[in-house]
């Protein structure tokens, strides 16, 4: 089984992308999705947060807004709320690459926001990252409700510059080509990938798939 890293900056386009190969019916591992659920009604995070932050307790879980107040400008309180996340993300990752390994499937997606900021990539024998210009993902994350310039710039300074993120990466699209484009491009790296028998459970010495003819890379 090929376990294909998809990544990429905020506003890039890659939840577009996930989508893209979940309509391939190829399985894909939605880390944001996993955070929501561990941290909503009765979630497995709900303790451990409530206990650091007893302001973010509803009912419902955690209220988001008032863990992100809680945390902006506090690395320190950040690294404690990734403490109690990132294992449980991770144990549900595997579980998911465990699934589908028993069910002999021939490639699977994990969609992370932060693959390579958390060594998320080490999981995975490829990694696609989605990309676009600079003043597109602008444009993008600014019209967003509750977006401030503020906000977006605090959020860059946690991600990986784009261009090491390409730089690293085995797969690139455009995302600002047009949707037909994308879609074309996702459908050419399952054709590839989807064909390999290759098992990847993590290791440093994995063998990368080489790149397709029609992936912009840098």
């Known amino acids: 089984m090929h376990v294909l890293g998809l990544t990429g900056s905020i506003g890039m386009g890659k939840s577009t992308a996930a989508r893209m190969f979940q309509r391939l019916k190829v399985p894909v ?3 944001d999705a996993v955070v929501h659920q ?10 451990d947060i409530s206990a650091l932050f ?5 009912n419902n879980g955690i209220d988001r807004k008032k863990l992100g107040d809680a945390v902006f400008r506090q690395p320190e309180k950040l690294k404690q709320l990734e403490a109690i996340l990132h294992p449980l993300v991770r144990q549900k990752m595997h579980r ?3 699934r589908y390994a028993r ?6 997606v994990l969609d992370i926001p932060l693959l390579f900021e958390t060594g998320g990539d080490r999981f995975c024998d490829s990694v696609l990252v989605v990309s676009c210009p ?3 993902q602008d444009q993008r994350v600014l019209s967003r409700k509750g977006m401030t310039v503020e906000k977006y710039q605090g959020i860059l300074k946690k991600q990986m510059p784009d261009m090491e993120k390409r730089a690293r990466a085995d797969f690139v699209i455009r995302s600002n080509q047009g949707r037909r484009y994308s879609f074309q491009q996702v459908q050419q790296i399952v054709e590839k990938l989807g064909a390999s028998d290759k098992s990847a459970h993590g290791t440093k010495d994995r063998k990368f798939c080489p790149h397709l003819s029609l992936i912009y890379k840098q």
């Open 29 to 31: 591992h939605d880390a």
């Open 38 to 47: 561990l941290m909503g009604k009765n979630g497995a995070a709900v303790k």
């Open 54 to 58: 007893p302001e973010t307790k509803t």
């Open 96 to 98: 998911f690459i465990d």
């Open 103 to 108: 069910q002999r499937r021939k490639l699977v």
């Open 134 to 136: 600079k003043y597109i």
